[in-house]
């Protein structure tokens, strides 16, 4: 909040006739950032009820969402935990699985909605074979700005 004195010119002694006092509407901006945190807890919660795991990622391939699943199949095949903002793939990866990942999420990136079956094992040796699906995600003006993925466990 600021104010700013007024003054009558023809005062010779320069006296304060009043003051201007400026507001600035702000209702409107809580009433985004309100709506922004609903619209963030219903994508949260979508992702935790996914039997699978789900994940998302930026243009730049960092991840941007995530659930509780795909934090724990990090942790349990890699010995590792991750963080939103990460770039995905991780640098730890496998030279050859962190090529095959990344050409996969820059094919969704080109505009290409696909399935593939991949099959890997755990730090343990376990292994897995799941279904994964690679979505682009759009904006509204209908820009590419990142993959939404998701993937089951088809194993027998």
Not at 38 to 50: F, G, H, I, P, Y
């Amino acid at each position: 909040l600021h104010s700013f004195p007024t003054r009558r010119s023809s005062d010779l002694e320069n006296a304060i006739e009043g003051a201007v006092i400026p507001f600035v509407e702000i209702t409107v901006l809580k009433q985004l950032r309100a709506t922004l945190h609903d619209n963030q807890e219903r994508v949260k919660s979508l992702e935790e009820t996914a039997s699978g795991i789900t994940w998302s990622v930026d243009a730049d391939l960092h991840l941007t969402t995530f659930n509780t699943v795909f934090s724990e199949d990090m942790r349990k095949k890699y010995g590792r935990t991750i963080e939103l903002g990460q770039l995905m793939p991780p640098d730890w990866l496998p030279q050859a699985a962190h090529q095959d990942w990344r050409a996969r999420y820059q094919r969704a990136l080109l505009g290409e909605t696909f399935m593939e079956e991949i099959s890997s094992s755990s730090v343990t040796g376990e292994g897995q074979v799941r279904l994964y699906i690679f979505r682009p995600v759009l904006a509204a003006n209908h820009t590419i700005t990142g993959v939404s993925c998701s993937g089951r466990d088809i194993s027998l």
